[in-house]
């Protein structure tokens, strides 16, 4: 098992030769162009940015995904669907959506926080370049609307490589990655990578795959 030393070239290493917990290589940057070649490969940026001034690059595998037709709703979020009190868009707000995501409950006080100043500039200039997208979670008021939750995710392909979420009202972030689902599924299929298992996902039709076949239905999806 080793850990990778990048350089300014853009290439990772094979990620069979990582550590156990999935990280690979740490170095280089945050360039658009390094990151779509890492996600192509299955790696992504991981690292406390208060401790790391350089990006820690994982690629588990043991991978962790949602496909769009089996994602799961429980009873009581479709009741709250049907009530129609929450409007999800795409796209709308993404610097909203990624400060959100980096700040809700303090995440970024927190030891350990990863989506720092750096994190943010990258993605938000692949959204800029149209690699990133957002889904926006509203709840409409008298006077406009407020952003109640949502995520963002690298988006290739058919493929989205979801990096965060965040509620603040219960089961926003739930709405936001259903509504992803539906977002893959008008493209065509595809698949929701969540990188790592959490109770949250799971209960919503997470699943675990091998690295080789996540690299299969990768290939398949990423050009269409």
Known sequence: MAVFRLDN???FPDPH???PDGLVAVGGDLSTERLILA??????PWFSFKDFDEPHWYCPLDRFVIFPDEIHASRSLLKLMRKDIYVATLNHDFDGVIQGCATVNGRNHLNGAWLGPKMIEAYTELHRQGYAVSIEVWEPETEGRKLVGGLYAVALGHVLFGESLFSLVPSASKLA???AALFLEEKGGGFIDCQFETPHLLSMGGRHISYDKYMELLNKHLYE
């Open 9 to 11: 070239e853009l290439w």
């Open 17 to 19: 030769l990582g550590e």
């Open 39 to 44: 996600y192509s490969n299955g790696f992504f």
């Open 177 to 179: 990655l259903i509504a």
